[in-house]
């Protein structure tokens, strides 16, 4: 992300919460830590492909070919994921992949088609999440000797995460701050763009994301909610 390469400020904020999550995990073994992150790499690739595919299929549908111009329309990772986003995901548990460009002048109804937009990327993690579920439901129904044995356990954990992680990706891009998709949504709702204050607030955003992440506001938030929805997706199937 272009912003965090320019601005200093941003770069000691994400070494400061890559030194605290360096410090929660040195208790952990460099073997855990490793096998968590293999556990969580096709979850984080599965989510944030989908989640940004889906923003360039609705800009598609709706008039808007810069996403595909881009070659966004797809769900492989290598057109979505932000190389050094990845790497903070890993590390400092917060990342980001590459935005989807639109350019909303091209769409016949601005305000509508650019929550449609918004939407799109939320909605899309969820469905994944529920599906997911689903499968998981499926393999241990079906499956359930293989899935009791030591690859299952490995399999269930995989499931298990690319549930959380698309739980996780729907919520975080809820909160109403630049650039989340949530900003976008009430930015459309309320027409925000008309108001004074608008501009200030959005090329600060990520800044601000930045500073609620480090003060733990934003986990607060998510903790509960992700546990909550969570809990209500396993039900359906368990």
Known sequence: MRFIKNNPVAVLLIAYMAYQSFSRNQ????????????????????????HEFAHAFAA????????????????????????????ALFFIGFGWGKPVEVDSRN?????????????AGVTTNLLLAIAFAGILRLLITYQYVFMSSAMGDIVIEMLLAVISINIVLMIFNLLPIPPLDGFGIITEVFNLRE?????????????????????????????PAVTFVNNIILNLFF
Not at 60 to 84: C, E, S, Y
Request: proline fraction near 4%.
């Open 27 to 50: 208790g952990m073994s460099p073997i855990d830590w490793v096998m968590d992150k293999v556990i969580l790499l096709p979850a984080i690739m599965i989510g944030l492909s989908f």
């Open 195 to 223: 108001k004074d204050w608008y501009y200030q607030i959005y090329d600060k955003g990520f800044m601000i994301l930045l500073i609620l992440i480090i003060f733990n506001v934003t986990g607060k938030i998510l903790v």
């Open 60 to 87: 598609d549908r709706l008039g808007d070919k810069t996403p595909r111009l881009q070659g966004r329309v797809t769900i492989n990772p290598v057109a979505h994921v932000d190389f050094f986003g990845l790497i």
């Open 107 to 119: 769409f016949k109804h601005i305000r509508r088609d650019s929550i449609i937009v918004d939407l």
